[in-house]
């Protein structure tokens, strides 16, 4: 296992275990995060534990261009009252992800520090929030990380109401000109939208 420092830069990515755990340590910097990123790494880490650095392979992604839509969820799409908005509250939406519980996980992975970090990025551009309204509540959101204007790394989105999230998501996709959305690990959720998994070393070509 790799140990960080906050000047150490990350070992290569088939240097990660069979889980795709690669690193411990470091620090949560502007320049470290998107280092990480560019290289097909993210933090992902509970509260109480090290920071630690994921690289997974297979990797789970959404080329845009096969983005599943069941005829239900186009009906919904077309009857809903949601607004949806771009970077119009990313605090409120992390800070919203961060409550939901999740199975397996005894408390919230998106720590008040990763919170500050990731609204950092967003101040300097380089992350996004989606945001589901009803009239003037938030009921569902998505936040990531952009490349470029290339790849999206999603990390988290949370929901208040049934199919408001994937609203969200399906919005977003198809308004972006993204060529890749990174949803990391496998969920059922991203899988019925049209979410597979590909060899990490793919995944780190769309990168480069």
Same mark, same amino acid.
């Given at each position: 296992?790799?140990?960080?420092?906050?000047?150490?830069?990350?070992?290569?990515? =088939?240097?990660?275990?069979?889980?795709?755990?690669?690193?411990?340590?470091?620090?949560?910097?502007?320049?470290?995060?998107?280092?990480?990123?560019?290289?097909?790494?993210?933090?992902?880490?509970? /509260?109480?534990?090290?920071?630690?650095?994921?690289?997974?392979?297979?990797? !789970?992604?959404?080329?845009?261009?096969?983005?599943?839509?069941?005829?239900?969820?186009?009906?919904?799409?077309?009857?809903?009252?949601?607004?949806? =908005? /771009?970077?119009?509250?990313?605090?409120?939406?992390?800070? &919203?992800?961060?409550?939901?519980?999740?199975?397996?996980? !005894?408390? =919230?992975?998106? =720590?008040?520090?990763?919170?500050?970090?990731?609204?950092?990025?967003?101040?300097?551009?380089?992350?996004?929030?989606?945001?589901?309204?009803?009239?003037?509540?938030?009921?569902?959101?998505?936040?990531?990380?952009?490349?470029?204007?290339?790849? !999206?790394?999603? &990390?988290?989105?949370?929901?208040?109401?049934?199919?408001?999230?994937?609203?969200?998501?399906?919005?977003?996709?198809?308004?972006?000109?993204?060529?890749?959305?990174?949803?990391?690990?496998?969920?059922?959720?991203? &899988?019925?939208?049209?979410? &597979?998994?590909?060899?990490?070393?793919?995944?780190?070509?769309?990168?480069?």
């Amino acid at each position: 296992m790799h140990f960080l420092t906050d000047n150490t830069d990350f070992p290569e990515v =088939t240097k990660a275990n069979e889980d795709g755990l690669l690193a411990i340590g470091g620090n949560l910097s502007v320049e470290r995060l998107l280092n990480a990123y560019k290289k097909g790494i993210f933090p992902w880490y509970e /509260i109480g534990q090290p920071i630690l650095w994921w690289s997974p392979d297979p990797r !789970f992604v959404l080329f845009p261009e096969k983005l599943k839509v069941s005829k239900s969820m186009r009906q919904t799409l077309r009857n809903c009252n949601y607004t949806v =908005t /771009i970077n119009k509250d990313f605090r409120q939406v992390i800070s &919203e992800c961060a409550k939901v519980k999740r199975e397996g996980q !005894f408390s =919230t992975w998106i =720590t008040d520090e990763m919170i500050e970090a990731y609204c950092n990025l967003h101040n300097l551009g380089y992350a996004k929030s989606v945001e589901v309204w009803k009239a003037d509540k938030l009921v569902a959101g998505l936040y990531g990380v952009d490349l470029n204007g290339s790849v !999206f790394c999603g &990390e988290s989105m949370f929901t208040k109401e049934s199919n408001a999230s994937k609203v969200g998501f399906i919005t977003f996709v198809k308004n972006s000109n993204y060529k890749l959305i990174d949803c990391q690990v496998y969920t059922n959720h991203l &899988e019925s939208l049209g979410a &597979e998994d590909i060899p990490r070393k793919e995944f780190i070509n769309f990168l480069n």
